[in-house]
């Protein structure tokens, strides 16, 4: 069964530009979760869906991230304007109903802002 | 609010060696903990869990036993191998979430041979 799959690896982008980052969950896996590594510092959840729908955003920053999730297949985060505290590496883990805290993860998609 | 404190790394050893990495968490609930590790170049994946208290969670010959007296998760293997060099996460799950993970800073684990 494929992984988890996050489009870009690496993103270098200027301060204000906009970025948008995709992950391809594991087919099947309706739980599809956003989180970031910021540089020395814990990997911290910014959101969570349940197929299409937004079940927890409690961690996004502010409003300058977007999260979807068309359809219940694959989700977007598009970060617009982009400022120089976004840079880290941003992970996608999705995982089954009813296995909390099981969570399959991409290999991360880092951004770096100038 | 809920967090998880783990050992500053890096962990050097060489191979064979024992190895222990703290964890201790502050949670309101009872939370489920995990160990997850990342190998160079790939993705977080679960190492192991444990649900509830004196649960011991095993894999690949590590393992980590619930303390709820000390909630403390310590994550440990008798004899190490090269291929164990990875980064290692402690993480709670706590009873009300929908399985959102809080995470340790990590620990990296370098193994010589």
């Known amino acids: 069964e494929a992984g988890v799959t996050q489009f870009p690896s690496h993103s270098v982008i200027e301060k204000g530009q906009t970025v948008t980052l995709r992950c391809d ?3 099947g896996h309706d739980n599809l979760y956003w989180y970031r590594r910021v540089m020395g510092k814990e990997i911290k959840f910014l959101l969570h869906f349940v197929k299409e729908s937004k079940q927890d955003e409690s961690g996004m920053p502010n409003n300058r991230f977007l999260a979807e999730r ?14 120089l505290e976004d840079s880290g590496v941003y992970f996608c883990a999705s995982s089954r109903s009813g296995l909390r805290g099981e969570l399959f993860f991409g290999e991360g998609s880092r951004l770096t802002v100038l | 609010g809920d967090s998880v404190t783990q050992m500053e790394g890096p962990v ?12 201790t968490y502050t ?3 009872y939370p489920s903990l995990f160990w997850y590790v990342q190998y160079p170049g790939e993705g977080l994946q679960l190492l192991l869990k444990a649900t509830k208290a004196d ?3 095993s894999n690949k010959g590590f393992e980590a036993t619930y303390r709820k007296e000390t909630t403390s998760f310590h994550l440990e293997k008798g004899s190490v191998q090269v291929s164990d060099s990875a980064v290692y996460f402690c993480a709670l799950s706590d009873q009300g979430s929908q399985g959102n993970l809080i995470f340790g800073k990590g620990t990296k684990l370098s193994v010589k041979p």
């Open chain 1, 25 to 27: 969950p594991i087919s």
């Open chain 1, 70 to 83: 068309t359809g219940g297949t694959y989700s977007t985060l598009k970060v617009q304007p982009a400022e």
């Open chain 2, 12 to 23: 050097t050893l060489s191979e064979e060696a024992f190895l222990t990495i703290n964890c």
């Open chain 2, 27 to 29: 949670a309101t609930g």
């Open chain 2, 55 to 57: 649960d011991k969670g």
